[in-house]
């Protein structure tokens, strides 16, 4: 059976935007979900920090090839990231403005997300098959070409929302039902 994971980004939690209405459709659907809540903050939120949490799942066998991982921002970098360094295969991620690289936003946002980027990004494709990545036109924290260059690194499987923004409650996204259909 499938297990689910929902991450959240940078300054984030699993609290907000549509992490609670993605978990609760998958929970209606009796499977197994997570929401990690990642340490966020300056001298918090890290690579090392964050993997530390993930390897909690990972080493109790809860992260293998029967798990859907749903990540958001700075989260689908870093899930890469994981998945390769602990050359661990999954069955679908499904990444939503996922970036690899500075954004310019400002000190804070990249001082936090200095540590996720990751050189070898087409790697991920060793360790998932199938990688769907969505991305808005109009994000006004990651560039749509920041979004689209990550998606072409690692998949053919995108789906460009219009004026969508960072597809984050800010811009709307408290339910963000085209997900659904990869539960």
């Not at 087409?122 to 969505?134: A, T």
């Amino acid at each position: 059976m499938n297990r689910y994971f929902i991450i959240h980004g940078s300054f984030g939690n699993p609290f907000g935007n549509w992490f609670p209405y993605l978990r609760g459709e998958i929970e209606k659907r009796n499977l197994e979900v997570y929401t990690p809540d990642f340490p966020t903050g300056v001298g918090f939120q890290n690579y090392e920090n964050w993997s530390k949490l993930l390897e909690c799942y990972l080493d109790a066998g809860l992260i293998d090839q029967n798990t859907i991982i749903f990540a958001h921002s700075i989260a689908p970098v870093f899930v890469c990231k994981f998945l390769v360094e602990h050359q661990v295969t999954v069955k679908r991620l499904v990444f939503v403005c996922g970036f690899n690289q500075y954004l310019g936003i400002n000190e804070e946002y990249d001082m936090v997300n200095k540590s996720m980027y990751f050189d070898s990004l087409k790697e991920i494709q060793k360790y998932c098959q199938d990688i769907v990545c969505f991305y808005s036109d109009n994000d006004p924290y990651v560039t749509y070409l920041k979004e689209k260059e990550f998606a072409d690194t690692i998949t053919d499987q995108q789906i460009l929302i219009k004026d969508g923004g960072h597809l984050n409650s800010e811009a709307g996204y408290t339910e963000f039902s085209e997900l659904l259909k990869y539960i």
